[in-house]
């Protein structure tokens, strides 16, 4: 596999060390991202590019949308993640081999780069009410 994208810890193996260490204060969790998230969408580049390049006016003069569109668009995928309050959040996978694109991984992994930004997001949130609880001294 030849897509580029930052490691990742596994979430469920983190959750079991914080529960076996009966550590409870308030968190953010792996279902509280995913409680936040209300829709996600998935395109490359290519797809969007073409959709750009199709509107009027848009197009060289004898050139088709297939022909102002590279190749390496298609090898880029793109996830954005609306959540709850409406913000949104993108991530990418780059595939640095054509020959091993592969659409459905292009998506988890695009996936996994937008919940990625999610979690400092929410847990800036989070910080923010439990600042906001704690009397000033």
């Known amino acids: 596999m030849n897509h580029i994208h930052s490691p990742r810890t596994d979430d469920n193996a983190v959750e079991q060390e914080i529960a076996a260490k009966g550590l409870t204060a308030p968190r953010i969790t792996p279902a509280d991202i995913e409680g936040n998230i209300v829709s996600e969408h998935y395109f490359t580049a290519g797809e969007a590019n073409r959709i750009v390049m199709s509107g009027p006016g848009r197009l060289p003069a004898g050139l088709s949308v297939d022909e102002c569109s590279p190749k390496a668009l298609d090898l880029l995928t793109f996830c954005v993640l609306v959540l709850r309050n ?20 292009g998506i988890k992994i695009a996936r996994a780069n937008a919940v990625n930004k999610v979690w400092p997001l929410m847990g800036y949130e989070l910080r923010s009410a439990l600042s906001a609880r704690r009397p000033t001294a």
């Open 86 to 105: 409406g913000f949104t959040v993108t991530g990418e996978s780059a595939c640095a081999s054509p020959e091993n694109f592969d659409a459905a991984v």
